[in-house]
Nanobody
Framework: QVQLVESGGGLVQPGGSLRLFCAAS????????MGWYRQAPGKQRELVAT???????NYADPVKGRFTISRDNAKNTVYLQMNSLKPEDTAVYYC????????????WGQGTQVTVSS
């Protein structure tokens, strides 16, 4: 079965950096679009960034210029490099996958906590 396992979260000071990892298994990774979403306490889950099977990227406005999504198809892994972190970036970050032609993400990881605080 499809499994997405996130790692790399933690506590970081404002202005710091973190790199999130999402290891995928049980799917033909190169045929899937991947995404990162986040959910802060009391808020709805929101899109952070996506990357298509061919490598095209898209970012939510709050993270543009600070976050970078990338993928390594040889390692079945998608990354989220987060720089210049702000307290409002605090959330549980989720990795998601969908078949490249699908309109909906239907596979999700368990999430990794990112806390930005001094």
């Amino acid at each position: 079965q499809v499994q997405l396992v996130e790692s790399g979260g933690g506590l970081v000071q404002p202005g710091g950096s973190l790199r999130l990892f999402c290891a995928a298994s049980g799917l033909t990774f190169g045929n899937y679009a991947m995404g990162w979403y986040r959910q802060a306490p009391g808020k709805q889950r929101e899109l952070v960034a996506t990357i298509t099977s061919s490598g095209s990227t898209n970012y939510a406005d709050p993270v543009k210029g600070r976050f970078t999504i990338s993928r390594d198809n040889a390692k079945n892994t998608v990354y989220l490099q987060m720089n210049s972190l702000k307290p409002e970036d605090t959330a549980v970050y989720y990795c998601a996958a969908k078949w490249y032609s699908s309109s909906k993400y239907n596979y999700w990881g368990q999430g990794t906590q990112v806390t930005v605080s001094s």
